[in-house]
């Protein structure tokens, strides 16, 4: 069965700080990967995906991911937080096989001056 | 360019009650979703649709009914509301007949339900 795990539930970094957060996945294919963020009150907004290729990708407000086949994640990246990132973050599996979207458990952030 | 519309942003509910759950989308989207978000689980899906007339349960479906009759449009319809369906509620929708389905979903503002 398909799954994704984020394992940090709450993350806290100082502004100008490196940010990492983690995601995990199960799925037996070739997965369609993506991170969403959302602010409070809001929907969710695509930061970035990976269907193939190069498996750093690049994404909006300066975030990146990472895909490692052998280690089934993909963890998000950004060199320097600001304030603005504080959100919840989304990490979720395309399914082409169900036709369905998975979503991890979401790790919120925030982000100290 | 309007997006993905939900309406209501706000509603609360009696046990027993029944509603529905507009969304609309203007982006000739093939694929449209339903999803709850509930707090440390993140979000489960109830119901999709991969075309109009189409529609399929996903891991959550009991209690919610859905329909496809136009592209447009997906209503969410709870039967008889449960304070267990107090949530909330996010269409989501993504693809065109000539994109791939996954190339990204456009999520509505969402609903907060409350059952009471």
């Known amino acids: 069965a398909q799954s994704v795990t984020q394992p940090d539930i709450h993350i806290t970094v100082s502004e100008g700080a490196s940010l990492e957060l983690r995601c995990n996945y199960s799925?037996?294919?070739?997965?369609?990967l993506f991170w969403y963020v959302q602010s409070p009150g809001q929907g969710l907004q695509l930061l970035l995906k990976?269907?193939?290729?190069?498996?750093l990708v690049q994404g909006i407000k300066g975030f990146e991911a990472e895909f490692k086949r052998s280690q089934s994640s993909f963890n998000l990246r950004k060199p320097s937080v600001h304030w603005s990132d504080a959100a919840e973050y989304f990490c979720?599996?395309?399914?082409?096989?169900?036709?369905?979207?998975?979503f991890g458990t979401g790790t919120s952030l925030t982000v100290i001056p | 360019n309007a997006g993905v519309t939900q309406t209501p942003k706000f509603q609360v509910l009696k046990t027993g009650q029944s509603m529905t759950l507009q969304c609309a989308q203007d982006?000739?989207?093939?694929?449209m979703s339903w999803y709850r978000q509930d707090p440390g689980m993140g979000l489960r899906l109830i119901h999709y649709?991969?075309?109009?007339?189409?529609?399929d349960q996903g891991e959550v479906p009991n209690g919610y009914n859905v329909s496809r009759s136009t592209t447009e449009d997906f209503p969410l319809r709870l039967l008889s509301a449960a304070p267990s369906q107090t949530s909330v509620y996010f269409c989501?929708?993504?693809?065109?007949?000539?994109?791939?389905?996954?190339?990204?979903?456009?999520f509505g503002q969402g609903t907060r339900l409350t059952v009471v």
């Open positions: 990976y269907f193939s290729g190069d498996t």
């Open positions: 982006m000739n989207h093939e694929y």
């Open positions: 799925y037996g294919a070739t997965p369609y």
């Open positions: 989501a929708s993504s693809g065109t007949t000539t994109d791939s389905v996954w190339a990204e979903a456009f």
């Open positions: 979720a599996v395309g399914a082409q096989s169900s036709n369905q979207f998975y």
């Open positions: 649709s991969v075309g109009a007339g189409i529609t």
